[in-house]
């Protein structure tokens, strides 16, 4: 598993700067995020896992640790939303805490569908597949997640508690996002002291596998299914990109790696019947850098 980090921090044309830290600090975030799968907020989410093909961020406020989860391939963003992901927080402190979300969850718990609209009868007959339907249902039907480890939040909740938020959506470019905000008292407890939120917390993250029978054969032309009981199917293969360079990571060391943004130039074939995971260390920022 590699992590690459973008470069982000431009001082002279042509250099950059880089911690050598493999500790990365989190985004101090000036404004409350909206939880609503979407990255305004963002900016460009500075780290990229080539395992599970996801582009993420991490950031806080005096109050609230944010993460987003950006795919932009058919097949990361078929085995993601057909799958689901498990999201950790683990700290290894003098209190020990280690709590879980799972959001997206699997789309067995999660009966999505692409059903076309009964006027269009004619698309209807010929299984036409209707991406706007399918992520529209999609986005609907995932309005609960499960959660676990937290102060006082457990089980199935919904996605817009008041202590842990999540949403999903699709942006203009068609990349699937996935927004989580946790209040840092539902996470490091109610009483807990200015010291302990500085602690290093390790990030994990998992994809689940698809079952075999729903993953197409690596390095054909797999159809990747995006519906339900009803849904309908789209195509897409992934081709070599070769875009890679050695560099040095913002807030990390390690080597620069393009991201995926063509769905169409993915060197890394993302195996579909396979967990795919990765963990990333951190603290939270202080406000004051």
């Known amino acids: 598993m590699k992590i690459s980090f973008l470069l ?12 050598q830290d493999d500790v990365s600090t989190a985004k101090w975030m000036l404004h409350p995020v909206i939880v609503d799968g979407r990255s305004n907020e963002w900016g460009s989410l500075n780290f990229y896992d080539d395992q599970t093909q996801l582009n993420f961020g991490i950031a806080n406020d005096s109050n609230t640790i944010y993460l987003c989860f950006q795919t932009t391939t058919d097949p990361s963003q078929s085995k993601l939303t057909r799958a689901g992901m498990k999201v950790t927080l683990i700290t290894k402190g003098k209190d020990k805490r280690e709590a879980t979300i799972l ?38 039907h995932h309005s609960t997640m499960h959660v676990s480890g937290f102060a006082t939040v457990s ?10 938020q999540a949403a999903v959506n699709w942006d203009s470019a068609s990349n699937f996002i996935c927004e989580i905000a946790i209040a840092k008292k539902e996470f490091f407890g109610k009483n807990y002291i200015a010291k302990e939120a500085m ?14 029978s729903e993953s197409p054969g690596e390095g054909r032309n797999p159809v990747y299914k995006t ?12 081709r070599p990109d070769g875009m890679r360079t050695n560099g ?21 074939k993302i195996s579909l019947s396979k967990k795919s995971s990765f963990k990333q260390k951190f603290v ?6």
């Open 8 to 19: 982000l921090l431009l001082v002279y044309p042509g250099m950059y700067v880089c911690a």
């Open 103 to 140: 959001f997206p969850l699997p789309q067995n718990k999660q009966v999505v569908s692409a059903v076309i609209p009964q006027d269009d009868s004619s698309a209807a007959v010929h299984g036409v597949f209707n991406k706007e339907t399918f992520r529209q249902n999609y986005i609907a």
């Open 155 to 164: 089980g199935e909740v919904s996605t817009k508690d008041s202590l842990i």
């Open 199 to 212: 602690e290093s917390i390790t990030l994990g993250v998992e994809v689940n596998a698809l079952p075999k």
């Open 227 to 238: 519906g339900g009981t009803h849904g309908g199917e789209i195509k897409g293969e992934g």
């Open 248 to 268: 040095n990571g913002f807030n990390g060391g390690g080597k620069y790696q393009h991201p995926v943004t063509d769905p169409m130039t993915n060197e890394n």
């Open 284 to 289: 939270l920022s202080s406000g004051s850098n």
